[in-house]
Each structure stands twice: as structure tokens, then as C-alpha cells.
């Protein structure tokens, strides 16, 4: 999106402080020192001065939990970079969406510690959000059917992701056997060294990736988790092939990939054999 300059702030920009005149004698508010007098330079002003009224600070914002997109803005959460949720009808939007939310099995991280799950978007607020990263809707392109399969597809796939997470976090439940998801962010084309380097190999590069902030009784895990394509919808709206791993930014994080691969590496060794001796 560009910069761009309101009418408003056009106005604003041509506004320059004034006394206010009349005749070609200057009229200062009641009580205001002379213009020139120095000996007032360190005093307060009266309080009829507009030039020295106070700004009353502005209300910020309140913040709602909803689809990971990534979104430049000051008002985005930062916990899932999203803005305040866009619950209202697009302009020239051709049909009625929906706007009820799907609560979903992921548990968020409260500072107070109180259980709260992760709210799905609405039909209504996941069309915005595409409005919102470029897409323009023409004649046949959606019907209301087919927004209703994209929500239940977005939702299948993070709740397919959180699963995953599970199977890494049970690596760890001795310690915490109540992980919660923290905060995500999209990051569509930061593609991860791994996919790159699959890519070299001839591998199709994933269409998303999302980093996950896992809350492990108070560590900090962050995840990485690349989407690929993997052809038809399934009756359980599952279509992606997930790669779910912790990021490699810490030594434990490390040491439980070469964990699980050696024992992906052992199982899949047992089962060769097993296939031979039969």
C-alpha cells in the first residue's frame, strides 16, 4: 500500500499558526504577555493560548484474536499480526457472509493463566482479510458454499498443525504437560532454509509457512511449520502436507530434531527388516 496523503492532511499541511487580526492591529488573548516581552519568556502562558493547550492522549485500539496473516499496520496485534477484526460487509461485496467464529482445541497463553482457546475468523472476516492482502473478487469467482469450504479448510490445517506440535511437545511432558500456543505470524514467501534447500533438490516450494510461539510453562519454543500442496480436499477439508519441526534458534530445540530423526531412522530400519524376513 502507498503513501498516501488525505484531503485532510492537505488541508492540515497549508495551516500555519496565527495571531487574529483585526484591522492591521494585532488582538492577543486576554491576559496574554506582550509580543517581544522577554521578561515573560520563562513563565507559564495564560490558559486561553491555544498554541499551549495540552493533546488529550488517543484510545488505543482493542485487540482480537484471528487468522495468522501477516499485516503491516500500527493498530496489528502483535500476537498474531493481525488488525482489530473487520467484521463489516466489503464494499460491492455480492453476497451476506456469515460472521459467527469456530472456537477452536489450540489453548492461547493469558497472563493471568486462565484457560482461553484461539478464536477461528468468520466467513466475513477471512473475505476482508483477502481483500486486505490484494484480492479483488469478479462475477463467478466465490459462492457463498465456497467461502463456507475455505473456513472449514483453514481450520482443518491449524488444527492438523497443533497435533503435530503435540507429538514435538510430548517430548517434553515430563516438564510441561500444558502447552499453549503464545503467538504466529505468516510468513508466505520468507521461505525456510529447509524448503530451500528441498527445492534445490527438485521439491516444490511450500505455498505458506507460519511460525508458531509455544508457551512450555513459561519457555519460549518457537516452531516452524511449512504448508505444501497436496492435491485434493479430503471429507475432513484436509488437503496440506504439513512439515511441523522445531526452529533450529536454541541447543534443545537441535538436540530433539536429532532425536526424533534417529528414531524415524531406527523405525523405518526395523521395518525394512521385518519386511525381509517375512
Not at 462475477?139 to 479448510?153: G, N, S, V
Request: aromatic share 8%.
Amino acid at each position: 500500500m502507498g503513501n498516501t496523503v488525505s484531503a485532510a492532511e492537505k488541508v492540515a499541511s497549508n495551516i500555519v499558526p496565527s495571531t487574529l487580526t483585526k484591522g492591521e492591529e494585532t488582538v492577543l488573548p486576554k491576559g496574554h504577555p506582550p509580543l517581544g516581552d522577554k521578561s515573560t519568556m520563562g513563565g507559564n502562558p495564560p490558559p486561553e493560548c491555544p498554541m499551549h493547550q495540552k493533546q488529550q492522549p488517543k484510545e488505543q485500539p482493542v485487540l482480537v484474536s484471528e487468522c495468522p496473516v501477516k499485516h503491516d499496520g500500527a493498530d496489528v496485534n502483535p500476537l498474531n499480526m493481525m488488525p482489530p477484526a473487520n467484521q463489516n460487509p466489503a464494499p460491492g461485496q455480492p453476497f451476506p457472509l456469515p460472521t459467527d467464529r469456530q472456537t477452536s482445541s489450540i489453548p492461547k497463553a493469558t497472563a493471568d493463566g486462565k484457560q482461553e482457546f484461539w478464536l477461528y475468523p468468520s466467513q466475513q472476516m477471512f473475505w476482508n482479510a483477502m481483500l486486505r492482502k490484494g484480492w479483488r473478487w469478479e462475477k463467478d469467482d466465490l459462492a457463498p458454499k465456497d467461502m463456507d469450504d475455505i473456513i472449514k479448510i483453514h481450520n482443518a490445517n491449524n488444527e492438523q498443525a497443533w497435533q503435530e506440535v503435540l507429538k514435538w511437545e510430548a517430548l517434553h511432558a515430563r516438564e510441561c504437560g500444558n502447552p499453549r500456543l503464545k503467538s504466529f505470524g505468516g510468513k508466505a514467501t520468507d521461505y525456510s532454509p529447509r524448503a530451500k534447500i528441498r527445492n534445490m533438490m527438485g521439491y516444490e516450494l511450500p505455498f505458506d509457512r507460519h511460525d508458531w510461539i509455544i508457551d512450555r510453562c513459561g519457555k519460549d519454543v518457537r516452531y516452524v511449520i511449512d504448508y505444501y500442496d497436496g492435491g485434493m480436499v479430503d471429507e475432513k477439508y484436509k488437503f496440506a502436507l504439513l512439515d511441523v519441526r522445531p526452529a533450529m534458534d536454541s541447543f534443545e530445540n537441535v538436540w530433539d530434531r536429532m532425536k526424533v530423526a534417529y528414531m524415524r531412522w531406527k523405525f523405518e530400519l526395523e521395518d525394512k527388516l521385518k519386511e525381509l524376513t517375512n
